[in-house]
Nanobody, 120 residues
């Protein structure tokens, strides 16, 4: 069974950079056939697609976050990492990593989510 696990700090100060890692483990999965995504859910709000990365390294970002966001793969560790710069309290949310087959709209795998709070 394929598992995704987010890791990173639970508390970040305003203006700092948030870095979260998603580790892919278990099962039998061809990483290059999937699209890897970061999604977040602020308190009392819906899910927000942040961005995604192909195994090739090609990335796509939400227009509202593009100037502050980067995503990268570490293939040696089967991990992909989100960096969100210049965070504010509005970036407080539960952050999820997820994966879907390339060309599909259905998400096949989700991490359990990790709470990140931005506060002085």
């Amino acid at each position: 069974q394929v598992q995704l696990q987010e890791s990173g700090p639970g508390l970040v100060k305003p203006s700092q950079t948030l870095s979260l890692t998603c580790t892919v483990s278990g099962g039998s999965i061809t990483i290059s056939t999937y699209y890897w995504i970061w999604i977040r859910q602020p308190p009392e709000k819906g899910l927000e697609w942040m961005g995604g990365i192909e195994y090739s390294g090609e990335t796509h970002f939400s227009p509202s976050l593009k100037s502050r966001t980067s995503i990268s793969w570490d293939t040696s560790k089967t991990q992909f990492t989100l960096h969100l710069n210049s965070v504010t309290p509005e970036d407080t949310a539960v952050y999820y990593c997820a994966a879907r087959r390339r060309g599909s709209l259905q998400y096949d795998y989700w991490g359990q989510g990790t709470q990140v709070t931005v506060s002085p």
